[in-house]
């Protein structure tokens, strides 16, 4: 079984796998409100190391890797000088697009099934402001926007209906948040379905090589993979 980027049962139980700690140490950190979400998205900063290239100063992603080991990854570029900028050096716990929304979403499940509120209003009020510092962990990234969205949707419709009680709405949010999850992960499996169909349509019998652009394996999503799965 593939090493999974998160843990996440129906009691509301939350870990997310410490990413830096990687390969030398497997560690998932518990995540019980939206404020540890944040600070394992937030510490998804890029690692990037300044490259001087013919007079240029140009920054290279590298994400997972150091200078001390970029030459290996990066051959073209082993002889160069580098320059690590240390501001720019951020904690790697949380890797992967997808997986950026999916920690937001379920931070904001677990934190709700600890919480009681007074009315719909101050329900709406608090996952209002809670999903807004939700998307400045990392406001570039599309995922946690979409997050954000949705189940900000789905609570308006839900708090202006009058057939809904303060308890089902709670639990209807907390099921939008926990359904983000299973989302991921069918489109995952479906991207790599028609992925494996494509291929085999096309050079059945044949030996391939297969590159993938990004991160693409399970740990930068729900727990399967964006490319041809785990």
């Known amino acids: 079984m593939a090493l999974q980027s998160l843990h996440y049962d129906a009691n509301g139980q939350f870990e997310v796998l410490d990413q830096l700690l990687l390969p030398n140490e497997i560690k998932y950190v518990t995540i019980k409100n939206c404020v540890d979400g944040w600070n394992v998205i937030e510490r998804m900063q890029v690692l990037?190391?300044?490259?001087w290239l013919k007079g240029d100063m140009n920054l290279?992603?590298?994400?997972?890797?150091?200078?001390s080991t970029i030459g290996n990854q990066y051959p073209q570029v082993k002889n160069q000088v580098y320059i690590n900028k240390q501001?720019?050096?951020?904690?790697l716990q949380v890797r992967g697009a997808?997986?950026?929304g999916i920690v937001a979403?379920?931070?904001?499940?677990?934190?709700?099934?600890?919480?009681?509120?007074e009315s719909p209003d101050h329900l709406f009020e608090h996952v209002t402001k809670q999903l807004e510092y939700l998307v400045t962990s990392r406001p570039t990234a599309v995922n946690?926007?979409?997050?954000n969205d949705q189940l900000l949707a789905k609570l308006l419709a839900d708090v202006s209906s009058d057939d809904l009680s303060l308890e089902e709405i709670q639990e209807r949010v907390i099921n939008e948040a926990e359904a983000y999850q299973i989302a991921d992960l069918n489109r995952n499996k479906m991207l790599?379905?028609?992925g494996a169909e494509h291929i085999l349509a096309r050079h059945s019998g044949q030996s391939l090589r297969i590159l993938t652009h990004g991160n693409t394996g399970s740990l930068a999503t729900a727990g399967y993979g964006t490319a041809l799965g785990r």
């Open 48 to 51: 990037r190391d300044v490259v």
């Open 60 to 67: 290279l992603d590298v994400a997972w890797k150091t200078s």
């Open 87 to 91: 501001q720019d050096v951020g904690l």
């Open 98 to 100: 997808p997986l950026i």
């Open 105 to 117: 979403a379920l931070s904001l499940a677990v934190e709700l099934r600890a919480m009681t509120f």
């Open 144 to 147: 946690i926007s979409d997050m």
């Open 192 to 194: 790599a379905l028609q």
